[in-house]
């Protein structure tokens, strides 16, 4: 801080002013532990996989030509789009054995834990720690940066993280008698079951199955509520889904189902949400935006809020998302793809992921 600053100061006019023929003293430049002569990064040409297609694989385009513009070293990044995680998976396994194996890829950091075991990837901690190209990852939220860790090594770095949230009609619920949100899975059935009770006693029968929880079956939402219920899909390093307490999860959202306070079938959930169809239902980050959009063209005024998976406490949010992955190659290529992960992460970067995509932001 600036007292600092000032007290070093001070100190150093007194030690010069008492030894006046002594040479002051000069900091030593921090030095790098990676041995890779910057000077062989000048032109060096790096090729990354990305699973994107639409928004995000222009705006990464548009960081790709940004940073092979402006960056000091000279390196040049070439992006080619995978379309999708599944296909990027299968075609990075399948080039190991080739020519074309890429030196960067966004994954998923399950992906990046498995090839780490095949011992194709490279342990980043050791880049993320230089003192000359290391990076500063405290604003960079715990539950995100440790994601990517395997045993002790570091198979990747953050790239996006997002969830999937509930989203809950207040309006509606101040309505059915509920002045606050559902803290537990108790509250969470109440509030569902007194919703498909209104529907089942208005004079409209074509809506009598409906008005609960819109049921989402995406992995992350059942993930979520085993979570919620005190549960998970590893046991000591093993996955077990048979778990007493994920089979609790399932039996209440199972109920939930028998007794029509929870239903299936909508074709689009954001809009059976707005016209007051479900009171619950469940939705990605990214789809937040669309909400307040399908809410507006339907007229709806209805305040609507994001909920976490309740769990008798603050709520149950299972984060998740892609990351950076450098694949084994020589010291300068995992150097020059280290380099541009250290500029994607870069706040101003990062701001313009998250103004595109609605997703969380890496750096705080």
Not at 60 to 71: C, G, I, P
Not at 209 to 230: D, H, I, K, R, S
Not at 235 to 248: H, Q, S, T, V
Request: include cysteine.
């Amino acid at each position: 801080g600036a007292d600092t600053t000032t007290t070093v100061t001070a100190e150093a006019s007194v030690t010069q002013s008492v030894a006046t023929n002594s040479t002051p003293e000069t900091t030593p430049m921090a030095e790098s532990r990676l041995e890779v002569n910057e000077e062989a990064l000048n032109g060096l040409e790096i090729t990354v996989w990305m699973p994107w297609y639409g928004i995000e694989s222009s705006l990464f385009e548009t960081f790709v030509e940004e940073f092979n513009a402006s960056n000091a070293w000279g390196i040049i990044v070439s992006a080619r789009s995978q379309t999708n995680f599944a296909n990027l998976y299968e075609m990075t396994t399948s080039s190991f054995a080739t020519m074309d194996k890429p030196d960067m890829v966004i994954a998923l950091p399950e992906h990046a834990q498995g090839w780490y075991d095949e011992g194709m990837v490279t342990d980043l901690t050791d880049y993320a720690e230089d003192p000359v190209y290391g990076l500063d990852s405290d604003d960079i939220p715990f539950a995100f940066w440790n994601q990517d860790l395997s045993a002790n090594a570091r198979v990747g770095i953050p790239a996006q993280r997002t969830a999937m949230v509930l989203l809950w009609n207040q309006t509606w619920a101040d309505e059915l008698g509920f002045v606050s949100a559902p803290v537990s899975a108790d509250d969470f059935k109440q509030q569902a079951c007194r919703a498909h009770d209104s529907m089942r006693t208005d004079a409209i029968t074509e809506n009598d199955t409906l008005g609960g929880w819109l049921v989402n079956t995406e992995p992350m939402t059942a993930y979520a509520w085993m979570l919620a219920f005190g549960g998970g899909v590893l046991e000591e390093g093993n996955y077990r889904f048979l778990a007493p307490k994920n089979i609790d999860s399932f039996k209440f959202l199972r109920e939930l189902s028998e007794t029509n306070c929870a239903w299936q079938g909508a074709s689009d959930p954001i809009t059976s949400f707005a016209n007051r169809e479900a009171l619950f239902i469940t939705v990605g980050l990214g789809d937040l935006p669309s909400v307040s959009r399908i809410f507006a063209s339907a007229g709806n005024r209805d305040k609507w809020s994001v909920l976490p998976f309740p769990n008798n406490g603050n709520g149950i949010i299972a984060v998740y998302g892609s990351s950076y992955v450098v694949l084994n190659s020589s010291e300068e290529e995992q150097l020059a793809s280290w380099l541009f992960i250290k500029w994607l992460l870069e706040k101003e970067q990062d701001a313009r992921w998250v103004e595109a995509t609605h997703l969380f932001p890496l750096r705080s």
